[in-house]
């Protein structure tokens, strides 16, 4: 086994290598883990007995017509080129269909490479030749018709649960997410970490899938809940906006990482917010009502 990461962690980096020539300038790959390389190198050298992380990074590319940007977010399992490559593109030019397209596309044009074959290189080209076309391509326009009937959509509210939330740039990646998006809600850091968002079902998946992206692990969606709705959804939003909740910590740790957050104050946030059903739910213990 260890053999065969050796030789997946090495094709790797030759290929990091192209990607950085490919690519010179200041942030133009944007690695999750700016120490990633090193820590494969000194693996790969046996300065380092565990695995290291696994490379995770996006590249913007700059269209020319029409002129557009897309992002391409690439995770390298560490069997990858012999396991397959986990990578996502997306623009805020493209709208869902559009943009469900061009993963599908691109994700049946490297199913043909064979195992071993190193292939984010050809995504890169791939884009540049054909990604344009998406963009190109008319959004379908439904037609007016006085008979026509009301557009149903999903409302979603969905309760996400964290071992915990410190670190700033992954508190800052969540308020972007949601401030981004048509989602409201908010994110309680600290220890355990507590997310809510709501909204049409699009916006939400969107959401969820942009802040597990590509390595949270210690989190998981406990609850959702969703209902049918011919409106704009706006009489079914328990928050107004999305932004960060902090509450004290027991003891004062401050923001130390070991601290706390106060369930109790928690709890009444969540009575404020007709939401008290979910706390059983999220932490497995009944709620105790003040009122008895």
């Known amino acids: 086994m260890e053999s065969s990461v050796r030789d997946s962690l090495q094709l790797q980096l030759v290929e990091m290598e192209m990607l950085l020539s490919m690519f010179p300038g200041p942030g133009e790959v944007r690695l999750e883990d700016v120490n990633a390389l090193t820590a494969v190198r000194r693996f790969l050298g046996g300065a380092r007995e565990a695995l290291p992380p696994r490379i995770e990074f996006e590249i913007t590319l700059q269209m020319e017509e029409p002129k557009v940007t ?76 006085p008979r026509a009937k009301p557009v149903k959509n999903t409302f979603l509210r969905m309760w996400i649960y964290s071992h915990h939330i410190y670190q700033q740039d992954l508190r800052k990646k969540i308020l972007e997410a949601g401030k981004r998006l048509d989602v409201t809600g908010f994110c309680m850091t600290g220890k355990p970490g507590i997310i809510c968002v709501e909204g049409f079902k699009e916006g939400c998946e969107e959401f969820w899938r942009t802040i597990r992206y590509p390595s949270w692990r210690h989190i998981s969606c406990k609850h959702a809940e969703s209902v049918e709705t011919e409106g704009d959804g706006h009489d079914l939003r328990l928050f107004h906006s999305f932004g960060e909740l902090l509450l004290e910590a027991h003891g004062d740790y401050g923001l130390r990482k070991d601290y706390h957050m106060d369930l109790g104050r928690f709890l009444e946030f969540l009575k404020k917010h007709k939401s008290e059903h979910v706390f059983q739910i999220l932490f497995g213990i009944e709620s105790k009502s003040s009122d008895a």
Request: proline share 9%.
């Open 70 to 145: 897309i992002d391409l977010q690439v995770a390298m399992p560490h069997l990858y080129p012999f396991a397959a490559l986990q990578l996502f593109v997306r623009s805020p030019q493209l709208d869902r269909a559009q943009q469900l397209l061009l993963n599908d596309d691109l994700t049946a044009y490297l199913g043909a490479f064979d195992p071993g074959e190193l292939c984010v290189c050809a995504a890169v080209q791939w884009l540049r030749d054909h990604g344009a076309a998406y963009f190109l391509r008319p959004k379908p326009e439904s037609a007016p018709s």
